[in-house]
């Protein structure tokens, strides 16, 4: 009897072991749990660099957005550069234009001054030789004696020749007197003509030096200009690069994670199938347990019931058996846990459009971080789009760029400054609290913090309200 049972029971194992898939037939489900559990902890290691991988994507993100924001930035400063340029090159040009005309005009006074010039030597010549031919002729009429009318009158035989000769030297005198004072009216024209034109192209070349002076100031600046446009184009160069490189990051990164999350789904199909196996493996081990269990106590009781026949015992040996029957297992689940957080910083509405609430509302969110390219005032902002987003609480929209806003609103001096003004530096823009406050999105290290106004220099102040 014995020997029946035991075939019967070799036969039955024998079977369900045939019906193990090849793979896991070999393992007990001990082996497939430890196996399950080695790939579960394969696969929260693989889910924890994806998860590193994604944020390192995220940064190199916002890297790129961040230099996205520099390249429109450094875009519109370097046309505006060139704007400048073109405008100052028109202004260079009317200014050689000007200066040509100048020196056209200092070459015609200076031919006008050789021609008075030539007029004022000749009249001088005229004048002098008049001049000499009265002495000759006033020492010659000295000598002779006839400078008086007394030797006139002696000298001449009848009233008549007298007359006469008197009124001969009357008129030489007259006639040199004219000719004296004419010689001498036209040297003083001459004169008076030459100073003239001698002031006028003192005058010209006077405006002369002043717009040579203003064309090496225009020239310095469009050098100036022309090496900051130089300069744009190299930092755009630049940024364009650090762009480039971002988006090959971001590309191997979204390669890296999409790698990741094959492997992830293939461990843990693996996983599911090793722990369907462990669960089919216990299963089939508790049936094989039971069936064995039962086919003892089956022999035990045939053995018992045959030797109770023979001496009486048979009630007594079958109640022996069932007292051995009924073992059971139990197994708990692990109690999941859940955590749960809540609370927060609770923040005041923003009320009415005023400089003061502005300033108020801003500076509600000091101590929050400072993420570059973003715009949220509590889960992460830079410095334009924490004023951008402050003002935008208010219903007042500005541009997205601290270059853009410094040219919003009205332009106001430090000492006019108030409450809620946009205080711009190169790069940078803050709001104004007074009393030389600002509040500002500083760094990732320090966040939305409050700073002195003059922590360094200041390119514009705006008002908006």
């Not at 130089?230 to 630049?238: D, G, I, K, T, W």
């Not at 216990?282 to 001496?311: G, L, M, T």
């Not at 459009?353 to 801003?362: D, E, K, L, R, V």
């Not at 971080?369 to 509590?378: E, H, I």
Request: one cysteine or more; charged letters at 30%.
């Amino acid at each position: 009897m014995r020997r029946r049972l035991l075939s019967v029971l070799l036969i039955a194992l024998t079977g369900t072991l045939f019906l193990v898939r090849p793979a896991f037939a070999a393992q007990t489900s001990e082996e497939l749990f430890r196996q399950q559990k080695e790939l579960h902890e394969e696969a929260e290691r693989l889910e924890e660099e994806r998860k590193a991988a994604e944020q390192e994507q995220k940064s190199a993100q916002s890297s790129l957005n961040s230099v996205s924001d520099s390249i429109r930035e450094i875009t519109g400063e370097r046309e505006m550069v060139n704007e400048a340029i073109s405008d100052l090159n028109d202004d260079l040009v009317s200014l050689l234009a000007t200066i040509n005309m100048i020196e056209e005009e200092i070459e015609d006074t200076r031919e006008q001054i050789v021609d008075t010039q030539a007029a004022y030597d000749e009249a001088k010549q005229s004048e002098e030789e008049q001049y000499a031919a009265m002495k000759a002729r006033a020492k010659f009429m000295y000598e002779k004696g006839g400078q008086d009318m007394l030797t006139l009158f002696l000298q001449s035989e009848s009233i008549s020749e007298f007359l006469n000769r008197a009124t001969y030297v009357q008129e030489l005198y007259d006639y040199d007197r004219r000719e004296l004072e004419s010689y001498i009216q036209a040297k003083n024209e001459a004169d008076a003509l030459k100073n003239e034109l001698l002031d006028a192209e003192a005058e010209l070349q006077a405006d002369l030096f002043e717009l040579e002076q203003s064309q090496a100031d225009m020239e310095q600046i469009l050098a100036e200009l022309e090496e900051q446009a130089e300069n744009y184009s190299v930092m755009l160069a630049h940024a364009k690069q650090d762009a480039a490189a971002y988006q090959l990051k971001i590309k191997q990164q979204s390669s890296a994670i999409d790698k990741l999350a094959t492997e992830l789904q293939a461990k843990a199909a693996e996983e599911a199938e090793v722990k369907k196996a462990a669960e089919d493996a216990k299963k089939r081990e508790d049936e094989e347990k039971k069936k064995a269990e039962e086919e003892k106590k089956k022999a035990e009781k045939e053995a018992a019931a045959a030797a109770a026949a023979s001496d009486g015992q048979e009630s007594d040996a079958s109640q022996w058996v069932e007292e051995q029957d009924g073992e059971g297992s139990e197994s708990e689940e692990p109690e999941e846990k859940e955590e749960s957080s809540s609370g927060g910083k609770t923040y005041a509405a923003p009320g009415s459009a005023t400089g003061s609430n502005i300033a108020a509302y801003a500076c509600q969110f000091v101590g929050n971080p400072y993420v570059a390219g973003g715009t949220s005032l509590t889960n992460g902002c830079d410095c334009s789009g924490f004023t951008m987003s402050v003002y935008q609480a208010f219903g007042i929209s500005i541009p997205r760029t601290s270059w853009s806003q410094q040219r919003v609103g009205t332009e106001v001096s430090l000492e006019n400054a108030r409450a809620g003004d946009i205080v711009c530096y190169a790069g940078h823009v803050g709001i104004y609290l007074g009393n030389g406050q600002i509040v500002h999105a500083s760094t990732e290290r320090t966040g939305i913090k409050y700073g002195n106004v003059n922590y360094k220099p200041i390119m514009t102040i705006r008002r908006l309200v």
